[in-house]
């Protein structure tokens, strides 16, 4: 059978199996009777190939591998090494990230009689070495010891090459080993608290001059790294780095000059655009994580009219809303409980459309000579609070070239607005639900597929577009609709390929730099909604998703219905991009065009 009959036949079964339930007569008849293995083994016998067709077909032969299923074990592996394969060629490392995850899941479910178990143990060891060497996580390098540990005691070194496609161990070799201990794994980007890494960690402090950012840094640091004044005018982007060890991590610190009330355009553009190139390449360094936090620095005694500014110019035009964000608010040395403040106030910042992930009320007083003891123990617990704020946040955002060109533009546009506009265009969506079919019903007896339609949701107008889900074969350099969200759908109890959907669905329509809203179906909370999300389609780099939940269609349970969709509809309005186009004597006109602060 040729690669194009293979292809055919595996596309063939990928689309019947489903109709067949496990353990009818049908299921039985081509499973039995070696159709379906034989189309996964002459598909697995194929060389490793780099391309979209073969990466493609690799991804149906997977899905014509459940859980449990004996071939799973070596399909998994040979789509993990044409993705490596297309990392070496095109360099993007998301294939890189994707490979090394379904190596590990390759050698999770090897079977203890499988001949593959004395050679996956090798191909992920050298990959991660690999990964160890580009970016220097030590999470790799002690996983590789554990591998190598195991192989050196097995004496199967000699049969785990590092390159791919190598045979089976043959004929009266050395019999199977045990099964692996199963090393512990880096926790999910979102939870770092005890992860050591080596790499620096990206968190960009900003806020208003005079909201104590430097002094916000210094209780940090423990010790006086940053100025605590500061002489800028304007939107000047000019910004200081300062390096800081907390718990093992290295994070880098970096003090920004936001936008202050009134002094929008009295910043000559030339420097500020030279300024704001520094600070987005510095942000993109490949000796970094990327952008791992956001902190909003407040001083609580000022509500200015900037504060929804700053926060939109660096949530959402710089970072895309693609990381988590933080509010420190400052001044609070005496209240008589500084977290009350909180209580008493935090609510002002959402009616704002402010939505924060975490937050702090601190004093940045200094220690000093004669200072009571009220304010000694009030300074010493604010920076704990600080240093535990950045570690328990701090999430893996992998930035690429795309992003710069996109925050360039974003943040030129919001400082070009003087806020004048007379209306925002409609924000467009992109909704993406695999199980459902194209066709809706539109009326009674009239059913048809929807274009593009402008809907209201919550109180604002948005432009939606359905899209089917992307087939794995399609080019990743399509043209496609750019959005401002996507939304994805998921059903809690279909995990075959969940990540592997998912993270083409993100490929297709770039995710990379537009926030992504995750609904599972069938859970009936978001925690669950978030733990699910977390263990079965997250994938390193992919940055902070939103997810939620929506309750299975059968149940009768209107008001749970009711919730789900009041907190869709909340992250929704949360979690879209802030357009950057507007209306002007009646017709629409570009920000982007205005080459201006």
Known sequence: MDHADLREAAHLYRTIVPLFPEGSHLHRVVFDTNAVPYVIEQCNALPRDPSDESISLRRIVLELCPPQHPRRARSLDNLAGDLYARFERDGNKDHFYEAVHLSREALAVCRADDDQLSVLPGILSDTLGHRFNHHGDPSDLYERIVLETHLEALDLRSSASSQRGITAPEQGQQPSPPPLPSPPLPPPPQASINKIRSLERNVVIFGDSGSGKSSVINAIAQRQLAKTSSSATGCTFAYE??????????????????????????????????????????????????????????????????????????????????????????????????????????????????????????????????????????????????????????????????????????????????????????????????????????????????????????????????????????????????????????????????????????????????????????????????????????????????????????????????QAEQELQDLIRQACLIRSERKVRGRSKRLARRNRF
Not at 344 to 356: D, V
Not at 358 to 363: G, I, N, Q, S
Not at 428 to 446: F, N, Q
Not at 534 to 542: P, R, S
Request: charged share 25%.
């Open 241 to 562: 780095r300062h390096r800081v060890e907390i718990s093992g991590q290295t994070f880098v610190l970096f003090d920004t000059a936001g936008l202050n009330e009134g002094t929008a355009g009295t910043v000559p553009a030339a420097k500020a655009e030279e300024n704001l190139k520094s600070l987005l390449n510095e942000l993109m360094s490949p000796k970094s994580d990327g952008i791992g936090l956001l902190v909003y620095c407040v001083r609580s005694t000022r509500a200015r009219r900037a504060l929804i500014r700053n926060y939109n110019l660096f949530y959402s035009a710089i970072c895309r809303k693609k990381v988590p964000i933080v509010v420190v608010v400052t001044g609070l040395e005496n209240e008589p409980d500084m977290e009350s403040w909180w209580d008493a106030n935090g609510k002002e910042f959402k009616s704002r459309g402010m939505h924060f992930e975490d937050h702090a009320c601190v004093t940045t007083l200094r220690k000093h000579s004669g200072i009571s003891d009220v304010f000694t123990r009030r300074i010493e617990e604010s920076s704990e609070t600080l240093r535990n704020l950045l570690v328990k946040n701090c999430s893996d955002w992998a930035v690429d070239d795309s992003w710069f060109k996109q925050s360039f533009t974003a943040v030129r546009n919001l400082i070009s607005d003087s806020g004048n506009s007379e209306r925002s265009l409609p924000s467009t969506l992109i909704i993406c639900d695999p199980s459902r079919d194209e066709e809706v019903e539109i009326a009674p007896c009239i059913r048809g597929i929807l274009k593009p339609y402008f809907v209201r949701i919550g109180g604002d107008t948005y432009q939606v577009h359905r899209v089917p889900a992307p087939d794995f074969s399609s080019s990743s350099a399509e043209k496609r609709i750019e959005g401002d969200l996507l939304i994805y759908y998921a059903r809690a109890d279909e995990l075959s390929a969940a990540r592997q959907k998912f993270h083409a669905f993100c490929t297709a329509y770039r995710g990379n730099v537009v926030p992504v809203v995750v609904v599972v179906k069938g859970l009936d909370d978001r925690q669950a909604a978030n733990q699910w999300v977390e263990k079965y389609i997250m994938y390193d780099g992919a940055g902070r998703l939103f997810s939620t939940f929506a309750p299975a269609e059968e149940l009768g349970d209107d008001s749970l219905k009711q």
